[in-house]
């Protein structure tokens, strides 16, 4: 992996009682040794492969006002790091949650883009065997389920000022809260709505192909190419690029599927992230509610499974064998 590591400084939040969170701050940064290459490969292994949120920077940002100084050279990135500490902590200490953890700042380079990650990792214990087989307990950053972690591309922040993307987040496992206190310590919005392109994506689709008064198999067809096109984008750590997309696909009117959405304003980005829950709606349906749970191929709507929209029914010719057998077997008292 081609990760360079320009600067990394550690910090400690502890957790004393219900109220304090305590800090521990280096005085120097941290050496850059083969461990921890290989700690800063695997977050950001780890982070690329998770699903992110978009933000950018508000004008009141103190956090984007001290980050701007640390590239001017107004103050080193050790000192910027224990202010960004410090202002992490208050805001934390607001939260009944707070647990504190490893606070980490590092600046790298991959593939000729500059980032900095900010993250707070948890610690986790495991027990070990020494060369003599005796067994010790020690302590790990627990990297794959962090989920406090923001990641700034400086490259696009700085030469793109305008981007809706610059900034990205995890919103955490544990609900709104923690991206909503971590979101307040940058002091930064949501950006590129993710979801919403994808949708957006999914509504031009259907109505390019409504458009053309493709029949049920004709739709399915142009709606598999689409989710061909974006899987094999998200196996590749690619983004959904709509010139390229609208090449893959054989015209089925007079005009490509990147000038309609264009002329009818889906107000679709050039490239976007791919979202792999909302791209699934265009080979399957699926739904669960009032005890019911569905899941069934796109493309057996109007063949084997039929809804009738008057009386909210859905009738299925057909039915899986084990269900039947299922249902066989209640239906005889067994």
């Known amino acids: 992996m081609s ?5 990394i400084a550690l910090h400690q939040m502890i957790k004393r009682d219900e109220q304090t969170l305590e800090l521990v ?7 850059v040794s083969p461990a921890v290459e290989e700690m800063m490969a695997e977050l950001h292994r780890v982070y690329s492969a998770k699903s992110k949120a978009y933000g950018v920077f508000t004008p009141e940002s103190e956090l984007a006002d001290a980050l701007r100084g640390c590239r001017r050279g107004d103050e080193n990135f050790l000192a910027f790091s224990r202010a960004a500490t410090g202002r992490l902590r208050d805001e934390l200490a607001q939260y009944p949650f707070a647990e504190g953890g490893t606070v980490l700042f590092c600046q790298y380079r991959y593939l000729a883009v500059e980032y900095l990650i900010i993250a707070v990792l948890g610690t986790c214990q495991s027990m070990r065997v020494n060369e003599q087989l005796d067994i010790s307990s020690t302590q790990y950053l627990d990297i794959h389920h962090a989920d406090i972690v923001a990641r700034i591309d400086l490259t696009e922040w700085e030469t793109q000022p ?5 900034l990205t987040f995890l919103k955490g496992r544990v609900g709104r809260k923690v991206s909503d206190f971590f979101m307040d310590f940058l002091a930064a919005v949501e950006g590129l709505d993710t979801k919403a392109q994808n949708r957006g994506l999914l509504q031009a689709v259907d109505d390019y192909c409504a458009d053309a008064a493709l029949d049920n198999h004709q739709r399915q067809e142009v709606r598999q190419q689409v989710h061909s096109y974006c899987k094999e984008q998200l196996q590749a750590g690619e983004e959904i690029a709509l010139a390229e ?9 007079d005009k490509t599927f990147q000038a309609f959405s264009s002329e009818q304003g889906y107000a679709l980005e050039e490239t976007f992230p791919a979202d792999r829950g ?6 399957k349906y699926a739904g669960s509610g009032g005890g019911v749970t569905l899941n069934f191929d796109a493309q057996l709507l109007g063949e084997r499974i039929f809804w009738d929209p008057a009386t909210d029914t859905l009738t299925i010719k057909g039915t899986p064998p084990n269900l039947r057998d299922q249902l066989t077997r209640r239906q005889n008292g067994k």
């Open 162 to 166: 305008a981007s809706k993307r610059y």
């Open 25 to 31: 701050l280096r005085d120097s940064p941290l050496a």
């Open 3 to 7: 990760l360079d590591i320009d600067q």
């Open 278 to 283: 909302t791209l699934r709606q265009l080979t």
């Open 245 to 253: 997309l609208s090449a893959t696909l054989v015209p089925v009117s």
